[in-house]
């Protein structure tokens, strides 16, 4: 679960950061650059919100193969997935999603240390 909580945290934290920047240049295209007329835009521009799809496709993947690990209901990781739309969200998402994964494998390790090492029922006086 640790390598898919990596991958998570990576695809979170690319597709966040590439979705401010997109979002910053689209209120500046539309606010100074008069992107709102026809053929105005760059083709970069456009490109860039193409690229912006395949991470957030790459995101989807990373989380919902985490969301299956994890055995998260349709509610939560359906939460997480939209994050990945909103700016800002997916950083907050990967702050809850990384503390919770990382308490639950903490539990694991802590069980499987107990089953490992039994401490006796009665401890002697």
Known sequence: MQGAL????VMAFVT???LL?????LVLGYTLWGYSGEG??????????TGHGYLYAAYLVTGVDLAFRCRWGVLRTLAVLVAGTIP?????????VTRDVR???????????QSANPEPANPPR
């Open 6 to 9: 990596t991958r998570y945290r």
């Open 16 to 18: 966040g950061v590439f």
């Open 21 to 25: 920047f997109m979002t910053g240049w």
């Open 40 to 49: 105005v835009k760059p083709s970069a521009y456009v490109l860039m919100w």
């Open 88 to 96: 800002f969200m997916s950083f907050v998402a990967e702050h809850y």
């Open 103 to 113: 308490a639950r494998l903490a539990a694991a390790q802590e069980a499987a240390d």
